[in-house]
């Protein structure tokens, strides 16, 4: 869904200081490639994010994205959104805020929707890690702008540090993390002080894992489940990716990739959607859920909005769409301390369509 553009390399022998080549830089550059999709949906009219052009650098120059791209964006935008608004819904639920922690957030931009939305109240906190090059990018941005520093309360309470690395709130935090390391070294001695262990915990992972081998991802995603539950909170991971890479789709598409220099170890293990739900169950959580986002498209897109989407762009490929579609999934997990309510395992989103409406 989001093919990168040319990675930009550091020439290895252009001046003294020049380390090596940089090998993360094309993994670095999706996020490009993310925020320059989610500006064209926007800009067509399929997603409303009035903070996207804030982190494109010459929004109003770049060029929109093939309607395949915008409603992929669209679709997976949607989904990933309902289920972290369904979960902040289950912990105001129960008495409680939710706290957020995205990993490889990019340019994401979802802390400032929510803020600016009605589950502003709700959010405990929000923190968005990435590599360093990506994280002071973002912050630089953040401290740019003043609708987005807006959100992070008075200038004064909003601080840079690490070497502009990492920016810190009250509710807003941008940490630079390799997920790559182990959490011992990474995640607990930046993380654990700041989490409350007894409040729910949304772990958010969109289009990042797959980057990562499946090792160290899974070492993560274990981190957060055993610092949550084991103190009566509850963690909840919602995983975006592309899987099922087997086939000559796929393999077109790692293809491409490899070409520009980006590998996906982390979607290797996973062929089936029923392997992405196995992940969790492994790894320890109470229930798991996947949706492919062409599913997702046919069963929980209401009639209205799939006409209103119908109407904004001609697609004439219908079937290349779903074969797209089929090769990413959402899936989710929940692990919970003994001491939690069931109601957790309920966690999802809900079927919308009354017709068998597909163009
Ligand atoms: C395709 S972008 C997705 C950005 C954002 N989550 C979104 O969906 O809009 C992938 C992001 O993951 C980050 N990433 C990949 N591997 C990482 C790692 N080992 N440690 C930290 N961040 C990583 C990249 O730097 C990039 O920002």
Redesign the pocket.
């Known amino acids: 869904m989001?093919p990168p553009t040319p990675p930009l390399f550091r020439d290895p022998l252009a001046s003294p200081s020049s380390k090596a080549l940089d090998l993360?830089e094309p993994?670095?550059a999706?996020?490009n490639?993310?925020?320059l999709a989610?500006l064209s949906a926007v800009r067509k009219g399929y997603l409303v994010d009035p903070f996207i052009i804030h982190f494109v650098p010459r929004a109003h120059l770049q060029p929109p994205r093939p309607p395949l791209i915008n409603i992929g964006t669209y679709i997976r935008g949607t989904g990933l959104d309902e289920l972290v608004e369904s979960f902040i819904g289950l912990a105001t639920g129960q008495g409680k805020k939710a706290q957020i922690v995205?990993?490889?957030?990019?340019?994401?931009t979802r802390f400032w929707r929510l803020h600016a939305g009605t589950s502003r109240e709700h959010l405990a906190c929000y923190i968005e890690?990435?590599?360093p090059e990506?994280t002071t990018r973002k912050a630089m941005a953040v401290r740019k702008s003043k609708v987005l520093s807006a959100a992070l309360g008075r200038s004064e309470d909003i601080q840079i540090g690490d070497g502009g690395t990492s920016l810190h709130s009250s509710i807003y935090r941008l940490l630079p993390?390799?997920?790559?390391l182990p959490p011992s070294v990474s995640l607990a001695p930046k993380l654990a002080p700041i989490l409350d262990p007894s409040s729910p915990l949304l772990i958010l992972c969109?289009?990042?894992l797959a980057?990562?081998a499946s090792a160290a991802s899974d070492a993560v995603l274990r981190w957060f489940a055993d610092f949550s539950s084991s103190n009566d909170g509850v963690t909840g991971v919602i995983i975006?990716e592309m899987f099922g890479l087997e086939d000559s789709f796929g393999r077109v598409m790692k293809n491409n990739l490899k070409s520009r220099h980006v590998e996906l170890p982390g979607a290797e293990p996973y062929n089936s959607l029923d392997s992405l739900r196995q992940r969790f169950f492994r790894l320890g959580f109470e229930e798991a859920r996947a949706l492919t986002l062409r599913d997702f498209r046919r069963t929980h897109i209401s009639v209205t909005e799939q006409m209103r989407i119908a109407r904004i762009e001609m697609l004439d490929e219908v079937e290349e769409l779903e074969l797209v579609l089929q090769h990413y999934a959402i899936s989710w997990g929940i692990k919970l301390s003994a001491k939690q309510a069931n109601a957790w395992l309920e966690w999802g989103i809900a079927e919308k369509s009354d017709e068998d409406w597909i163009p």
């Open positions: 989001d993360d993994v670095r999706t996020d490639d993310a925020a989610r995205s990993l490889g957030a990019g340019s994401d890690l990435d590599f990506n993390l390799d997920l790559r969109e289009c990042v980057y990562v975006y």
